[in-house]
Structures are given as C-alpha cells and as structure tokens.
C-alpha cells in the first residue's frame, strides 16, 4: 500500500519528462545570396582593390551599407528583403586610381518558411532575373535560383572587367 504513491509519483514524473521537448529551430539560419567573384575569362579571383555595397532606400541621405571596402575576398554575401519583389544595391570598385559604381538589381518571390511556432519565421526566396549596368561588371548570371539555409551555394557568378 505504501509503494502506491511511491510509483504513481515516479510514474508521472516519467511521463512528464517524457512529454517535454527540446525546441529544433535551425542554428544556423541565416538566409542569404553568395555572389562569386570571377574575371571575363571565367576564373575565380580575389578582389585586389576594395568594393563596397550600398543600398539607397528612398533618398541619397538615406543610403545603407551593407559590406564597406573589402579586398581580397572571392565571394560575398547579402541578406535579401523578406517584402520587396526586387532588391536593388550598389556596387562600389576603388582601383588606385578611379571609383567604379554598377548597379544590380534582383527579382525574386519571397516563400515564408516555418520550423515551428517557436523559431523565428524565415523568407526562403526563388530568383527570377538579375540584371546590372556594366561600368565594371562584364555580366552576372544565376547559377543557383533557391535561396535557403545552404550557405553553400553559389547563387551567383559575377563577371567582373579586372584590367584596372
């Protein structure tokens, strides 16, 4: 009689420490486009000089700096917006001498993706067109178009003119 309540305690403590789970939101859940670096020739390069990005919301006093002068890098990478059907950026190119400015402008549908309740809700994106001007970008191409949590992938090739 006396082991009854014993039982039922460790009974019920099983069961409540069976009934509780861990929460599996993704740790690693950034979101963003890599943009690979390559010359006209197709090879894969590093930037020599420095390149910066910048968006402009609405107004020149409202510009944003997304990546500020880096060299020496082979790929960079950029959040994409979770409400805008196109994300629009600068490209900035300092050689020893002169400022090169480019424009890139992406086309995408954005796709609300839930772990659970619990996590944060995350935007995966499908690329539909990229286009840019072509002060120093020679082309840009779209080699992978699902934007997910593989920060693996190569989701674009930028041809730059490197003859500066």
């Not at 390559?38 to 968006?55: F, H, K, M, P």
């Amino acid at each position: 009689m006396k082991r009854t309540p014993f039982f039922f305690v460790l009974f019920s403590f099983i069961i409540l420490l069976a009934a509780c789970s861990s929460i599996d939101c993704p740790l690693n859940n950034k979101v963003q486009a890599n943009y690979c670096i390559y010359n006209y020739r197709g090879d894969s390069i590093a930037l020599e000089d420095s390149l910066s990005i910048v968006i402009n919301r609405k107004s020149p006093l409202e510009d944003t700096v997304l990546i500020n002068r880096i060299s020496g890098k082979h790929m960079f990478s950029l959040t994409m917006s979770n409400n805008q059907r196109e994300d629009e950026f600068y490209l900035i190119y300092w050689n020893k001498e002169e400022e090169y400015i480019d424009t890139i402008r992406v086309t995408k549908e954005d796709k609300p993706h839930f772990e659970t309740v619990d996590c944060a809700a995350t935007y995966f994106h499908t690329i539909t067109d990229v286009w840019s001007t072509h002060n120093i970008i020679d082309s840009i191409v779209i080699n992978h178009k699902t934007v997910d949590y593989d920060s693996q992938k190569k989701h674009f090739k930028l041809y730059l003119h490197i003859g500066f």
